[in-house]
């Protein structure tokens, strides 16, 4: 997942996040839609195979010097960097009004890019910093800063005066990356209602004003609302020695499981006492209500005002607009296409679990929420010979990090250099600097284990955007994997481990697509619904037995893993995508239906259950809220359908690593060139056509789906 979650719209309105910003890995792991058009396909999505010639991408020339962010300790160091970034972004955005005679590159466009680069300086890092600072108070004054600097943001977006002055720069003899950047500027004025009456400007200030703070709301309360469950010692069985040994009962005698991840998924996975799965899931699904109920309403209503208000019917149409899928429609359509496609396979997938389930159980009549991860385990492991307990013992957190840093350092020719007294805001924060061909190209964090208050999924946060000849690219990923005790190794879930390689993928186009001079088109610039496509594509690399054996060592053999371990834990994740797929597209389709009706005309749970009944593989469980605790809700808003377009995606762009080789130099190469490389400078789908030499294509993609 890539975060930029708070008020992505006014985000937007500057052109930084174009497009290309989001929240992370799908939701928990994580019929036909209300304006579904016919269940033809989409022109967007099917895509001929014709062979086409690369076009020229600028080389992204990764240069400048570090800037270390300033990590605050106090509250006080919070609100003097934000102040004097927001006055400095003052004092540009003046000096551009106040040039007279021609609006040129030099003394407009320039300038406007210094305003980007200075508010890239402050708002990103506000948002890491309110999601992963210790300190609860530094946290708040975060959040109080990206409120600040969202401001001035949505001024500046609807200020006709920038705009005017964009609009005056004469294009005649503008080169094509100075051009694209003025183009998605004037787009993104006009998108923000630059062009409207006073009265209306000021309105859809004060919406992106309170959308900021209802959207922090939103999210603070996923956060910080970790919920918990007593049970008895004999409750744990099933569960891995190592997670008991770390769980010892408290006074009461009583172990205490939380909703964080390091107690979920273990608990949901492996253990065997179906009531204890069900408390927890059902906590779980809990979080953050009743009180996010009325806060995503107000966030609905918020952004149907917005959208109306610039003249669009809903907000899912206003905002697919600068997306691949441009409409509302296509969304739709690509919603139906692939539910149509996997719904048999997710009939079969319940049919053999309920199977497994009253094997247990002979009067179960339907598989539950809480049963999927442990019967899919079950399965994995009876029918294809897969332990996940026995597979954990390979993945020793440590190991898996180091052997990760050193796949990507070999595959895309770059050297990652531990930073000793590297400043960080948290103990178990370590740094990586970023070489390429021995010269500094960036620098990212490592946050990877969970505390209270701390974000709690995993995401790439960006830091500061590369910009040719001036700042080199910063990031951090946070995660919340298991945190290596004193005694013992920290053994993760094979499923950790392609989270990683996700995520590091993320880090990687953000750091290797930020040399370009322009800070709208570096970095991660596509638009949104290619974000997760990269990160998807680079998860291929944690099922390669070739890969894995340059990390998997088992913790108590040193052996390392078996490639007819890594050939069968492969045919048994293929059981029970039907059921994972499908509930991904009930995400899809829940987060676009709630944004194209009137929120006035909208009861959430009863859409909920609408929703969950036609695309769901399991029945809705009484007294269980997820919209308040969907977190995509906030930075997603109608996208989450993305996921599995990026996934499409990802699924052509690999066919080209399949048949060359994933430790290939070359397909790297041109990987890193046409993809992650070319940042904004061209449209995702010409980045697709360049890599892979030919039209986009659903064949990939749809294979995958029926395999």
């Known amino acids: 997942m890539l975060r930029y979650g708070t008020a992505i719209t006014a985000w937007l309105l500057l052109g930084l996040a174009t497009a290309c910003s989001g929240d992370l890995k799908p939701a928990d792991e994580s019929e036909k839609s209300e304006i579904s058009a016919p269940a033809e396909v989409a022109p967007e999505i099917e895509k001929k195979k014709e062979q086409v010639m690369p076009i020229d991408v600028p080389k992204a020339e990764i240069s400048g010097k570090l800037v270390e962010p300033s990590i605050p300790e106090t509250v006080k160091d919070v609100k003097d960097n934000c102040a004097g970034l927001l006055a400095e972004a003052k004092v540009l955005r003046d000096k551009l009004v106040e040039v007279e005679g021609q609006r040129t590159i030099d003394n407009t466009l320039a300038a406007m890019n210094d305003i980007d680069i200075t508010i890239d300086a402050v708002l990103p890092f506000s948002e890491l910093m309110a999601n992963v600072h210790p300190d609860k108070k530094v946290r708040t004054a975060a959040e109080k800063c990206q409120q600040d600097a969202m401001k001035f943001v949505t001024d500046l977006g609807l200020d006709r005066e920038v705009y005017d002055a964009l609009n005056g720069i004469e294009t005649d003899k503008m080169g094509p990356m100075a051009k694209r950047s003025l183009d998605h500027h004037l787009r993104d004025y006009r998108r923000s209602g630059v062009d409207k009456d006073e009265k209306t400007r000021k309105r859809l200030a004060e919406i992106n004003e309170e ?76 979080r953050a209500y009743p009180e996010n109920e009325a806060t995503f309403k107000r966030i609905l209503e918020l952004r149907h005002e917005y959208a109306v208000t610039l003249g669009y019917p809903n907000w899912a149409q206003y905002n697919a607009e600068d997306k691949m899928a441009k409409n509302q429609k296509t969304i739709g359509e690509f919603i139906d296409k692939v539910s149509s496609i996997t719904r048999p396979r997710m009939k079969k997938d319940l ?58 350092q070999n595959l895309f020719g770059v050297e990652f250099r531990p930073v000793v007294d590297g400043k960080v805001w948290h103990e178990d924060v370590v740094v990586y600097d970023v070489l390429s061909d021995g010269k500094p190209a960036g620098r990212f964090y490592l946050d990877m284990h969970p505390r209270d208050g701390k974000y709690g999924h995993a995401a790439m946060f960006n830091v500061f955007s590369g910009i040719t000849d001036r700042q080199l690219p910063v990031a951090s990923l946070v995660c919340n994997f298991p945190k290596p005790p004193e005694d013992g190794p920290a053994l993760m879930e094979h499923g950790d481990v392609t989270t ?105 749970v009863a859409k909920m259950k609408e929703i969950q009944s036609k695309y769901n593989p399991y029945p809705y469980e009484e007294g269980t809220h997820v919209f308040a605790n969907f977190g995509h809700l906030e930075g997603y808003s109608s996208m989450y359908y993305t996921y599995m377009w990026s996934l499409n995606i990802s699924k052509d762009l690999f066919t080209r690593f399949e048949k060359e080789g994933l430790m290939d130099k070359k397909v790297a190469a041109d990987y890193r060139k046409y993809v992650v490389g070319a940042g904004g400078a061209v449209d995702a789908e010409k980045m697709v056509t360049n890599f892979l030499g030919r039209e986009s294509s659903f064949d990939a993609f749809e294979s995958y789906l029926k395999k």
């Open 351 to 408: 049919e053999e679990i309920l199977g497994r389930k009253k094997a247990d159980n002979p009067d179960a009549q339907s598989v539950r929420t809480w049963d999927r991860f442990y019967y899919v385990k079950k399965i994995q492991a009876e029918k294809y010979g897969v332990d996940s307990q026995e597979v954990r013992k390979y993945f020793d957190y440590e190991k898996v990090r180091d052997g990760i840093l050193s796949v990507y």
């Open 211 to 286: 959308l900021v703070k209802k959207g922090q709301e939103f999210s603070r309360r996923i956060r910080e609302d970790k919920r918990s469950i007593e049970v008895a010692p004999e409750d744990l069985e099933g569960l891995p020695e190592d997670f008991i040994k770390s769980h010892a009962p408290g006074k009461n005698g009583k172990v205490k499981l939380t909703t964080d991840y390091p107690d979920f998924f273990p608990v949901q996975n492996y253990l065997e006492n179906s009531e204890v799965r069900k408390a927890l899931y059902k906590e779980f699904l809990s």
């Open 500 to 604: 990683f390689f996700h995520e590091f993928g993320h880090l990687l186009h953000h750091l290797l697509g930020g040399g370009y001079k322009w800070a709208n088109l570096s970095g991660i610039a596509c638009e949104w619904d290619f974000v997760e496509a990269p990160s998807q594509l680079l998860e291929e690399w944690s099922w390669d037995h070739d890969v894995l054996a340059r990390f998997a060592v088992h913790h108590e053999t040193g052996k390392v893993i078996p490639k007819d371990l890594v050939e069968k834990m492969r045919a048994a994740d293929e059981f029970g995508k039907g059921v994972h797929v499908m509930r991904q597209m009930f995400y899809a389709a829940l987060s676009f239906n709630y944004h194209v009706v009137d929120p006035a005309q909208l009861d959430l």
